[in-house]
């Protein structure tokens, strides 16, 4: 049984620009959380999204956006990129909420 | 939000020792504590959790303390070993299910 998947693995962007990360969960799994890992620093929560719908954002500006498909894949959007955005962004499934998450390998995003 | 705190930052010790790895929590409202192990450029990996019914969780050299109470709770490996080397990170989460990490723990294990 496949694992959460994310893509791509490794992305370089200009400031100032858009940029789209992908997710995929486990089988099965209704909720995904996105999350950004700054080099040293615990995974800090972004998004929850549950059967497509917003359940939950931290403090990070609107030019964050995520949604959920259908088939319970995620897509995280982040615009106007600044050089503070670069991170590791982390996606995380469970079974349901108040469940255990399972992370994917990540999105390394180095903005120049 | 929940605010979690964590202590040490870095942790080193002999191999066959254990290590105490503490956290704690902002947000009474918190009920699930689970700890990643994120070995170096890898995803963060569920080592164990526990949930705010229970007192004590073990599996087999790892196990987890949660004192309500005092809004802390705890990661303790005995007899390490040096593939137990990683970063350590513990979370608070409330029924939302939204997880709030700590800092992270660097543990050395010396052969």
């Known amino acids: 049984d496949a694992g959460v998947t994310q893509s791509p693995t490794h992305l370089i962007k200009t400031r100032g620009q858009q940029v789209t990360l992908r997710c995929s969960p486990i089988s099965g799994h209704k909720s995904v959380s996105w999350y950004q890992q700054v080099l040293g620093q615990g995974p800090q929560f972004i998004f929850q999204y549950y059967e497509k719908e917003e359940r939950g954002r931290g403090n990070f500006p609107d030019r964050f956006s995520a949604r959920q498909f259908p088939n319970y894949s995620s897509e995280l959007n982040v615009n106007a990129l600044l050089l503070g955005d670069s991170a590791l962004y982390l996606c995380?499934?469970?079974?349901?909420?108040?469940?255990?998450?399972?992370f994917g390998p990540g999105t390394r995003l180095t903005v120049t | 939000g929940e605010n979690v705190e964590q202590h040490p930052s870095t942790l080193s010790v002999q191999e066959g020792d254990s290590a105490v790895i503490k956290c704690t929590y902002s947000?009474?409202?918190?009920?699930?504590f689970p700890w990643y192990k994120q070995e170096l450029g890898k995803r963060p990996q569920l080592i164990i959790d526990?949930?705010?019914?229970?007192g004590e969780k073990k599996d087999q050299r790892i196990a987890v303390t949660l004192n309500k109470t005092a809004k802390h709770f705890s990661l303790h490996i005995t007899e390490t070993q040096p593939e137990d080397s990683a970063v350590y990170f513990c979370a608070g989460a409330n029924t939302g299910n939204q997880f709030y990490f700590g800092t992270g723990t660097s543990l050395t294990v010396i052969p």
């Open positions: 526990i949930r705010s019914n229970v």
């Open positions: 995380a499934s469970s079974l349901d909420l108040g469940y255990e998450q399972y």
């Open positions: 947000d009474s409202a918190s009920n699930y």
